[in-house]
């Protein structure tokens, strides 16, 4: 069972038809009025979606567009909850803090929340929303021309032979058009405010105390708030975690990628070379040492002769070839149709089909989103000669990303960044933060765990998962690691010290 998607920074990927469904019948999402207070009563309605949870509810939550104007203009955020079906048994309500940045909580809930009420034998309400500026909340947006709003060229990807100056180019487009066109929303847009959101949410729902599953980037959200807000935390999962580092945030979590797909190759090389593939037709080399060579020469053709694709318009270049590895790379599930992808770009009589992400352009909100939290958390640091220096370091030293993770975008260009100092996350408050991470996650490395694990100190304690992927609990883990977060979020039992999960 897939449950995230568009996980990592700049992908944006995880605002779908499925949050608009959720919210039709609804009046559009826009300014509340400024006399609704955070408090105020929600008015939920019924939005239960095929697959989904049953008894799930939608509503609209009155935020401040600035929190130091409380009674300021304000946005609506969608919102969105599961009642606990055992009232008898019901415990509190259980945050799911969505990855991205622009990762849809509604979303979330309704892909996970009836596996997440089963494993916690509904003893909690879940709950969820969308970040103002995606979804089915107050939409940003910079108004991007569609071609600055597909992935391979949000991404920053170098050019063939190592070249930045095309990147320069259009990063410095990028960050010029959402200062002309972005406004107070956009500079809205923080990890900080997701926070207060949250707070005002769980105000709204009249809990003293929230309980957490943050995945991904919803780690470092759900970090940020226990930091600010320590007093309403209860129990705290943050799956999926990165190097917190306040000087560096989105920009280290970026360049981690380049260690986090070397991590994670060796999974697919064994899998590609396993002979169980030769029923399959996805057999791409007889030992597991030659899948690398073979997509690394691969890419370097497609650099020279890129292929027509099924998508009109978009070729299938060594670039978007890379970057489909680095999405397949999220989950087991993902590695056939990578392999698919090889096949067909190796055949002169097969037209590839590129994965749904790199077939066209991002919608606006959620491109603007996307960069407007990772450029508005902190400054970027680098000059374009260090930048250039250090793609080139990168492309030498992991192949597999080119540089890309080391790359300039449009944060190296942005307005007004920051639009407050960082939040540092340390070791002083309440010890109820559960941590999970595999050791093979190509989007956020075990390495960068482990600065995670070492902020939080005492307050936290971390189950390492001996698999590959993206996303643990009730994903890509193991029995033994579902295990202990199940038995934290339902008892409040945590182990003794950190752990390892093999089995």
């Not at 990168?394 to 944060?411: F, I, K, M, Q």
Request: include cysteine; hydrophobic fraction near 40%; charge should be negative.
């Amino acid at each position: 069972m897939r449950t995230y998607r568009g996980s990592t920074p700049l992908a944006a990927l995880s605002v779908t038809a499925v949050t608009a469904a959720l919210l039709a019948g609804a009046a559009p999402p826009g300014t509340a009025a400024a006399s609704a207070g955070p408090a105020s009563a929600l008015s939920w309605r019924p939005c239960a979606q095929e697959g989904g949870p049953a008894g799930q509810e939608c509503a609209e939550l009155p935020v401040p567009l600035d929190h130091r104007d409380p009674d300021g203009p304000r946005l609506s955020l969608a919102v969105t909850r599961v009642m606990s079906d055992r009232p008898d048994e019901r415990r509190g309500t259980l945050l799911v803090i969505a990855g991205g940045p622009g990762g849809s909580g509604v979303r979330q809930v309704t892909e996970t929340g009836q596996a997440l009420r089963r494993a916690t034998g509904g003893r909690y309400d879940i709950v969820g929303l969308d970040p103002h500026g995606v979804g089915g909340s107050t939409k940003a947006g910079c108004g991007l021309e569609p071609e600055d709003r597909e992935l391979v060229n949000m991404r920053s990807w170098p050019g063939p032979d190592g070249s930045i100056t095309e990147n320069v180019t259009r990063a410095r487009r990028i960050a010029e058009t959402c200062a002309r066109n972005g406004g107070a929303l956009l500079r809205s847009l923080t990890t900080a405010n997701e926070a207060r959101d949250i707070d005002l949410f769980r105000q709204a729902l009249g809990e003293e105390k929230l309980s957490a599953w943050g995945v991904s980037y919803g780690t470092y959200v759900g970090a940020v708030y226990a930091q600010k807000y320590p007093q309403h935390t209860d129990r705290w999962v943050l799956d999926s975690n990165d190097d917190p580092d306040p000087a560096r945030v989105a920009q280290g979590w970026l360049a981690n990628m380049a260690v986090g797909v070397d991590d994670r190759f060796p999974d697919f090389a064994r899998w590609a070379s396993d002979p169980a593939r030769d029923a399959e037709g996805l057999r791409l080399a007889r030992r597991a040492g030659d899948v690398r060579p073979l997509v690394l020469a691969l890419a370097a053709r497609l650099d020279r002769e890129p292929r027509e694709t099924t998508a009109p318009g978009v070729p299938l270049t060594g670039n978007r070839l890379r970057q489909a590895l680095q999405l397949a790379m999220e989950d087991d599930d993902s590695f056939a149709g990578f392999a698919e992808l090889v096949r067909a770009a190796g055949d002169s009589t097969a037209k590839p089909v590129l994965p749904a992400a790199l077939s066209g352009p991002l919608p606006d909100a959620d491109a603007t989103v996307a960069m407007g939290v990772v450029c508005n958390d902190v400054r970027w640091r680098g000059t374009v000669p260090e930048y250039r220096r250090a793609v080139a370091a990168d492309r030498a030293a992991h192949p597999l990303t080119a540089g890309e993770p080391v790359n300039l975008n449009a944060c190296s260009f942005w307005k007004d960044a920051p639009a407050e100092e960082p939040v540092t996350v340390n070791d002083r408050g309440p010890s109820n933060i559960l941590m999970i991470q595999g050791l093979r996650d190509p989007d956020t490395p075990y390495s960068g765990a482990l600065r995670m694990r070492a902020a939080l100190g005492g307050r936290a304690r971390m189950v390492a998962v001996d698999r590959g992927g993206h996303g643990m609990y009730l994903d890509n883990g193991n029995a033994c690691g579902d295990r202990v977060v199940t038995t934290f979020l339902t008892t409040g039992q945590r182990p003794e010290r950190d752990v390892l999960c093999t089995d």
